[in-house]
């Protein structure tokens, strides 16, 4: 739909790696004609459905893939670009370190290969500003998590402002969000904003509460914190007494099958209590969607109109982790770009 195409929008839930369109897929298959890769292999297009784990396998796919900066390099300027395309005018892109022994990628040469990424797109003058969360996989365990916040923490002072925060996610059945507290902590005293995956899976409970006690400046999913879902009112009292916005992507989490329908998305809970809300992708490539279309699903799904899905996308900006001057810059674009009648 054109309107929400060309509606201004902030994406702030994006995995560098799981963003990766069809036309990029092709490019870094032709590298690597060895690997076989077959695109049903990177993507669940329309009408498919996956577990939770069977997702997690495609993300290996693409690792293998995605090995060298140069593929870091090419892979980043393509996401970019492709939300610019789609009318994003503020993304906040996350990816985690990997260090790949066999070509000799480090977490460090990995970063610097995405701020590149970053800056080369600002030079070419496209119509979005890009910042950087560096992401923890949880699977990796803590002293990876000690090392990624060090990381973080070096890039966001060495880049001005283009690191902004770091992000917690990998397999939520693998591991114990409790063991890299410390971690998080760290990061949070550093200066960097935290946005958590949280209560992915029913059975997160204990995890989501201690990660709530940090508190967290946004939730990524956060599909079973609330009791009607085997969450719990305490957690829903935490994320409420901090008015912590929360990640919402309809088509990740049906298509992984965490949520039921598009109806059953918890996204209706929170929009109704009136809590901030931000419509992401989560991984456009994988899931094969766009921002756009998250919009148009929301709208169609819960019979909001475009002037509500407006709003959404307006409120959306003071959600991120931009420094003042740039959300009053988003605000004043959004205020010039709104239509005068819906
Ligand atoms: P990358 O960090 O390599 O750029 O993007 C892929 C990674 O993002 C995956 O390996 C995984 O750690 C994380 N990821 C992508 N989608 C999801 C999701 O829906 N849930 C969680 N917990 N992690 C995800």
């Known amino acids: 739909d054109l309107f929400y195409r060309q509606m201004p929008k902030v994406e702030l839930h994006a995995h560098l790696n799981g963003s990766v369109s069809f036309s990029t897929i092709e490019k870094l298959t032709a590298r690597k004609p060895h690997l076989n890769i077959e695109h049903n292999m990177t993507a669940i297009c329309s009408g498919q459905r ?81 910042r950087f969360l560096v992401s923890v996989d949880r699977r990796h365990g803590f002293e990876v998590a000690m090392e990624t916040v060090k990381l973080a923490e070096d890039f966001m ?99 992984g099958q965490t949520v039921s329908s598009y109806s059953n998305h918890h996204f209706l809970y929170w929009y109704n209590k009136g809590h901030p809300v931000v419509i992401c992708t989560d991984d456009r490539g994988v899931f094969c969607t766009e921002l756009s279309r998250e919009y148009q699903l929301v709208a169609s799904t819960f019979g909001l109109s475009q002037e509500d899905m407006w709003s959404l996308s307006h409120k959306a900006i003071d959600y991120t982790f931009a420094s003042a001057s740039l959300k009053e810059q988003l605000h004043r674009r959004w205020l010039e770009l709104r239509p005068s009648l819906f």
Not at 197 to 214: G, R, T
């Open 157 to 255: 002072l060495s880049t001005d402002g283009l690191v902004v925060g770091l992000d917690l996610s990998g397999d939520p059945t693998v591991g114990h969000g409790g063991d890299l507290l410390p971690a998080l902590q760290k990061a949070k005293n550093c200066g960097l904003k935290l946005s958590l995956h949280m209560s992915e899976v029913p059975s997160q409970v204990d995890e989501s509460e201690l990660l709530l006690n940090i508190p967290p400046d946004r939730i990524g999913h956060g599909t079973f914190l609330h009791p009607e879902v085997g969450g719990a009112q305490s957690l829903v009292d935490k994320v409420t007494m901090n008015n912590i916005p929360l990640e919402l992507c309809l088509t990740s989490n049906v298509k």
């Open 50 to 130: 996956r577990t939770l784990d069977e997702c997690f396998q495609v993300f290996k796919v693409i690792h293998q893939l995605v090995d060298t900066e140069e593929d870091i390099l090419m892979v980043a300027k393509d996401v970019i670009r492709q939300f610019a395309d789609d009318g994003v005018k503020y993304l906040e892109l996350r990816s985690t370190p990997r260090e790949e022994k066999n070509t000799g990628m480090t977490r460090r040469s990995y970063v610097q290969t995405v701020i590149e990424a970053i800056s080369q797109c600002g030079n070419e003058g496209l119509d979005i500003e890009v």
